[in-house]
């Protein structure tokens, strides 16, 4: 059962807009079962629209998914292209136009000429309704293949695929089933990873196949498994997973889209403790890492984000001699972050971070990508340092990444 | 002079990993002239990656770039399948060799087998080193068409891009110029902001074109402007930017790939003042993204991430009877955060946000997606009140970005 993406917009092209939308449309086709073959991102532009609607077709697959250029403004031309590929022509629709006056409405906002040419539809598509925005989704079929246009915002695009296209083909379509298991690592480099597992990928079965999917530090182990039925395969993927966990038991923090905050917040509220953070470096990405997860506030009490020096010794108590004699990235000054986190925000728990981020600051003994990571807790506070790269943002990204693992161990060595 | 992208790799397509390389390559070679006509993507497969490159080869562009498929495991296959496309094949490079080694020694990991396959590149093509990593680029030419495959990791891709091909394709073609100049505005919905500049866009020269790029209440404005040389383009664009400052002042925050952070920090800068911040509902999000600055050190003092209410009254100084009162997401809750920051911390300038984030935890009179701002100085505190939408990360963007926004409102007030 084979899929496409087509994704329309300038902005996708010349690189202005990262393109998320077909990233989560092939995660959920994948997930029903489709083989997403092909993502094709084009100009907003007739012939380019119109040719990549045609090789899709060629290829016969039994579904295309289009996004974006259905927006209000005059650079979408998607509505009128799609007319011409399905020989059809527009025609205004009495509930799209309902629903977009009662949309403006709640918002306070005018109707305006550019609303009401949203509230045109091609005649011989099926209307499926936008309740979280004001331009349509459109359901065509053609020699078999379904072809299904939606809006390029990601919020309605959603909308739209869980209301209406995921369910209607998942009633369509009955197949093969293809599973993914994620299991997720960090702590070891993708190459080395790689030789440990081996011999695990060498004796998989042949309907299981393992992936390496590495960002920064963390790597996704992904197990694709594909039978008759989910009963079949399910047992086959579970397996391999335990086996996964007696080979490599340190580095797994979870599985699925589980990130390293869901991992530390699910340990903290298993063993009801409390954290607080003490950030220099990371800026408060830890905290919004951590925060992210909804319910946290049960274990999160909060952060300093402690990006001066007088911050450091006026509000966390830092020993301004040992900041003098060690400087702020430094084994000394890091322990008396998580220690003071811990005071000032009365928790069970302090995790702190100092370091050099860049792109400048460093030195010989200190270069950019250094950090220096603590944890505080009634069994005392251990240190660990790091060296990473030289781009600021990557490096506050596996700064917090190494900060969570490192708690993710002392909680789990308690 | 057209170009294209190929990214190769399973995780793509079932959405496991966000193709931010094409984004990044189309606007590089957009920014070198090039019409990015098409970007695919396809499966880690013999027979997907064949027919693309055919395909793409028969739409005869001046330019095709392939990234990924180039991996240490065995899920990657493009070299092989290049050999086969372009009739050679694989032989050990020396120079490849030792740079890997060189870098396995730095990093202090062995050599494997999976490291000496990654030393063999195909007979015919020209090699292009990769100091970032173990996979090196490689340049074909065929029929006029120059093919370019890379590693899929980003750092990786980007060294090779930036060394090797942009400069070296640079030197090949000289054509039209394409620019593209971005005005960054923030406070006004799409459709009307395109009603407030329908005139401006009806009276735009023929070689330039406008597009609206929404995210988040953020709307980016591109002006794509073509000419034979730059000197001819830049004042039409120049002149078209003016007349946007005239009709829409207080919209644009600034212009580029400008952040609302860095206009923030660069206001900061400029007036001299100083920032601290308290965040409830943005979690540590608004210190990540203004610590995201490079430099932003100069101006900003720190961030007290107040997660639960007793981290309001012990450490802010928020009086438990306006808690009690007023509850936590309130006008004068948000207000005693944004003093208490300022007084805390020292600074010129308080900045506070207490919302409720979701997707839980509203009510009738405070639905999730709502949220208090305020910003205090030595002229008094202002707050402000927003409701957006019910997803958590989402509501965490818009919170932040309402709030940069007032703050930035009220230093050029001042």
């Known amino acids: 059962m084979k ?28 997930s029903a079962g489709f083989d997403v073959r092909r993502r094709t991102s084009i100009h907003d532009n007739r012939d380019e629209i119109l040719n990549a609607l045609s090789e899709a077709a060629e290829r016969k697959p039994e579904l295309v998914i289009i996004t974006g250029g259905l927006g209000p403004t005059s650079d979408d031309i998607t509505k009128q292209t799609l007319c011409e ?6 025609v205004p629709d009495r509930e799209v136009l309902e629903m977009i006056e009662k949309m403006l409405r709640r918002r306070n906002f005018p109707m305006n000429e550019n609303n009401r040419r949203q509230a045109e539809v091609p005649e011989s598509c099926r209307v499926l309704p936008n309740a979280a925005g004001t331009a349509p989704g459109m359901w065509f079929e053609k020699d078999g293949t379904i072809f299904i246009s ?26 093969q089933v293809i599973i993914h298991k994620n299991i997720m690592t960090y702590g070891m480099p993708e190459a080395r990873l790689a030789e440990i597992l081996e011999q695990f990928e060498a004796e998989l079965p042949e309907n299981i196949k393992l992936a390496y999917l590495p960002s920064f530090g963390v790597i996704k ?58 950030e220099s470096c990371t800026g408060g990405f830890l905290a919004h890492r951590i925060t992210s997860v909804a319910g946290s506030s049960e274990y999160f009490a909060g952060s300093l984000v402690a990006y001066s020096n007088n911050v450091k010794t006026g509000i966390l108590g830092i020993d301004p001699a040992i900041l003098a004699s060690d400087g702020a990235v430094s084994s000394r000054v890091a322990a008396g972050m998580a220690e003071g986190a811990r005071k000032l925000f009365k928790t069970d728990l302090g995790l702190a971070t100092t370091g050099i981020a860049g792109p400048s600051g460093g030195s010989a003994d200190k270069p950019v990508g250094m950090v220096w990571i603590a944890v505080s807790s009634d069994s005392g506070t251990i240190t660990e340092k790091h060296i990473f790269s030289t781009d600021r943002i990557a490096n506050i990204t596996r700064f917090s990444l190494a900060a969570m693992n490192l708690l993710r161990l002392q909680i789990i060595n308690r």
Chains 1, 2 share one sequence.
């Open 150 to 175: 939606m809006p390029g915002v990601p919020g309605e695009m959603k909308y739209i695929m869980q209301e209406h296209v995921l369910p209607d083909i998942k009633k369509r379509f009955r197949s």
């Open 85 to 90: 590929f399905f020989n059809t022509k527009l």
């Open 221 to 278: 182990l992904r197990l694709t498994g594909t039978a008759g039925t989910l009963n079949e395969i399910e047992p086959l993927i579970g397996a391999q997973t335990s086996k996964l966990y007696n080979i490599i038991p340190d580095l797994i923090f979870g599985e699925d889209e589980q990130t390293p905050e869901m991992a530390v917040g699910q340990l903290l509220k298993i063993k009801k403790l409390t954290l607080s953070l003490a």
């Open 3 to 30: 899929a496409e993406i087509i994704t329309i917009g300038d902005e996708l092209l010349i690189g202005q807009t990262i393109d998320t939308n077909s990233a989560w449309i092939g995660w959920e086709l994948s």
